[in-house]
Nanobody, 126 residues
Framework: QVQLVESGGGLVQAGNSLRLSCAASGRTFSTYNMGWFRQAPGKERAFVAAITWSSSITYYAESVKGRFTVSRDNAKNTVYLQMNSLKPEDTAVYYC???????????????????WGQGTQVTVSS
């Protein structure tokens, strides 16, 4: 069992940056692929980014490509989402998730992920 806790959300103006962190409990974090998803009000949860356990592959949604960067530090049991050039349409609750099967390539669908954090709110004002 893995517990995930996101942090770093907040209210920012468009064009600014935020870095989200997701801290994981347990010894198996380094063997899991990790993903970031987001859910805006009235919308379904959507894929944002994913990273393999070894950081060898990263995937991004088209809407964030070139602006967001996913990374991880297995020594700290933490995955990050650096979000630059934020837009009002990035406003959502952001969730990190862990895929214990470590699919290759990493999955972009929420059903592939076994463990989820509670989410952190990101609000971007225009």
């Amino acid at each position: 069992q893995v517990q995930l806790v996101e942090s770093g959300g907040g209210l920012v103006q468009a064009g600014n940056s935020l870095r989200l962190s997701c801290a994981a409990s347990g010894r198996t974090f380094s063997t899991y692929n990790m993903g970031w998803f987001r859910q805006a009000p009235g919308k379904e949860r959507a894929f944002v980014a994913a990273i393999t356990w070894s950081s060898s592959i990263t995937y991004y949604a088209e809407s964030v490509k070139g602006r967001f960067t996913v990374s991880r530090d297995n020594a700290k049991n933490t995955v990050y989402l650096q979000m630059n050039s934020l837009k009002p349409e990035d406003t959502a609750v952001y969730y990190c998730a862990a895929d214990k099967s470590a699919r290759y390539p990493p999955s972009t669908t929420s059903r592939a992920y076994d463990y989820w954090g509670q989410g952190t709110q990101v609000t971007v004002s225009s």
